[in-house]
């Protein structure tokens, strides 16, 4: 019996805390998942190394806009137009993404005239064999509101070969169905005074066949080989804002300043390097909508980007144009007048685009404006770009050795004669280098790509130097020589900011304003008992009683708090301004934290005068 029982054990009676003990061991193995479990993937965007859809070589070909006759007159005042042309060029080649940009070109602008000639070169490199469709539109250039469009122009053709012959200075009539009707009605009533106007309009064309482009096995994409074009766009308006100033000259050869915001744009000889392919990164949910349009919050944002981009890109009368018909020494030379060479420690924010235009602006923390430092603005809310960062420009002291070479000095940090801030630079590319990254939250760069963007930037500014920093990898030694552009910039002065009342407001025609009365001023001659003498007076006391006059008080009482900031926390030294050459004069003593002028020095009335 007792064999049995053994044979047969009783099974042991379920226990309340079973199902504890279930629950706890399914617990441990979610808590052993979650801490095994990987990282989240990065968000979508950065390095899109899509390949380029193969296609057959095509050909090269140059298109001229010669001139256009018999525009209608958008300005009422002058009956006459400031037209620039603005072409698209579109083939049948497949585009890596459909929100890839297109190919596009603008002319400068010329002024008060409805004959306008151009002569502009526009030379694209692998066009296939199946045609272009070329998209001509004018415009008539308005900086204080929008352009008007004259009128389009569209040229087809359905094929290309070794035996087309092109396109000699062929006329196209200009379409008025999507032209401005404003425009065209002032044109009409200039008509019925006048036998000799037409009221449609001429647009000449000439396109040239240069031959197959060597491209390989695939001819995929196309690009634009020259001329090398560039701008410089001024806007004073947001250079009150930040608080930059641009060196100029008086008419008696004085030298002068004015604010100015400075935005630049270069068109570099292609192809940019396939790999140079980057995506916007979706590093917030509100972001993919910004660069789609497609939610409210993104159309806005969408909007607002554009109109900021066309507000800096801003063309006007002040606008400067230029080319060159490759890269060259003086190409080197120009990009350093644009970035004003190695003075004052500026560092620039950049966009690459797919299509070799390089734009770049100043950037730095005094830039109040948020969006004027964002890659997104300059790209003007592209999806694609081919690359995005920061760069800054140093003079070298040999110019004969690499700028990472032991015992090889740069300015700034050093300082080295015969050049600024004391002397002008030399004119020769040798003598500089060019420090660019890829610090952009925007699209990310690759940095594994550094070394496609330098041999690129140095086959575009030939005698430059190209130096590459990786915004992760050298984040130390980026941001110390970032900190010494700083430095120099703040001891060379970027400029004086004026200050403005928040219950005032300043427009363009304040600034005509002031700007007519300045000259009225110094026309006037000096503050004597003549007519011309009371005159002055008289339009001084109007400067200083105008909006903008406001923000001159406003910028003195900043630099007087500035200076007395300074002087916090130094022992009794005033080293730079106007504040210390009246100390070294035995103007002013120092009294504790502050400078006081001293009892007969004949500032103290002077001061006395200031504050009522």
Known sequence: ??????????????????????????????????????????????????????????????????????????????????????????????????????????????????????????IVANVPASGFKLKARIYDEDPADHDDRLGNVHVNVDSLGDNWTGIREQGYKIKKRMGSKRAYAIRGCAAMFSRGLEMSGTLFISVENMGMTDVGDNGGRAWTVGPCA?????????????????????????????????????????????????????????????????SLRGRILNRALHHQHSRVYNYDRTTVYGSFPSPSKDMSLQFLDLVHY?????????????DGMWRFTETGKEFGIDLLSKHTMHSDVN??????????????????????????????????????????????????????????????????????????????????????????????????????????????????????????????????????????????????????????????REIKDSKVGNWVHGDHVREQRETEEDMQGVNGEVKEGDDGMRRGNGELKQEGNELVPKEGSGVEGNEKAERR
């Open 230 to 294: 560039w701008s410089r766009h001024l806007s004073p308006m947001i250079g009150r804002l930040t608080g930059t100033k641009e060196p100029g000259q008086g008419k008696e050869g004085t030298k002068t300043e004015q604010y100015n915001f400075q935005a630049n744009q270069f068109q570099f000889a292609g192809p940019v390097p396939s790999q140079l392919y980057h995506r916007y990164v979706e590093f917030r949910p509100f972001i993919a909508g910004m660069f789609t349009a497609k």
């Open 342 to 354: 190695d003075r004052g420690g500026r560092i620039f924010t950049y966009v690459l685009t797919l």
């Open 1 to 122: 019996m007792d064999n049995e029982k053994d044979a047969h054990p009783s099974q042991r009676k379920d226990h309340r805390t079973d199902a504890f003990a279930t629950k706890f061991v399914d617990k441990t193995a979610s808590w052993q998942q979650k801490a095994t479990k990987k990282e989240k993937p990065p968000p979508a965007g950065g390095l899109d190394e899509t390949p380029i859809p193969h296609a057959p070589p095509g050909y090269t070909l140059k298109f001229t806009f010669h001139r256009a006759s018999s525009l209608p007159m958008a300005d009422i005042n002058s009956l006459s137009s400031d037209p620039y042309l603005y072409a698209q060029l579109n083939t049948s080649l497949t585009p890596r993404h459909k929100q890839d940009p297109y190919m596009r070109f603008r002319t400068p602008t010329i002024r008060k005239s409805t004959d306008p000639v151009w002569n502009c070169e526009w």
């Open 383 to 540: 999806i694609y770009i081919a690359f995005s960062g920061e760069f800054f420009v140093r003079r070298l002291k040999t110019p004969n050795r690499e700028p990472c070479e032991s015992g090889q000095e740069t300015h700034p940090a050093a300082e080295i004669e015969g050049g600024p801030p004391h002397s002008n630079p030399p004119h020769d590319p040798a003598y500089y280098a060019l420090y660019i990254d890829n610090d952009s939250g925007t699209y990310r760069p690759s940095s594994k790509l550094l070394p496609l963007l330098k041999d690129f930037m140095r086959k575009n500014l030939p005698g430059l130097k190209i130096v590459t920093l990786d915004c992760v990898a050298d984040s130390e030694k980026m941001g110390k020589l970032k900190k010494e552009q700083r430095e120099r910039k703040k001891a060379e002065g970027k400029g004086t900011v004026f200050m403005q009342d928040d219950s005032s407001s300043v427009s363009s025609s304040d600034e005509e304003e002031l700007e007519e009365r300045m000259r009225e001023y110094n026309d006037a001659g000096d503050e004597g008992g003549t007519e011309k003498g009371k005159k002055r007076k008289g339009l001084k």
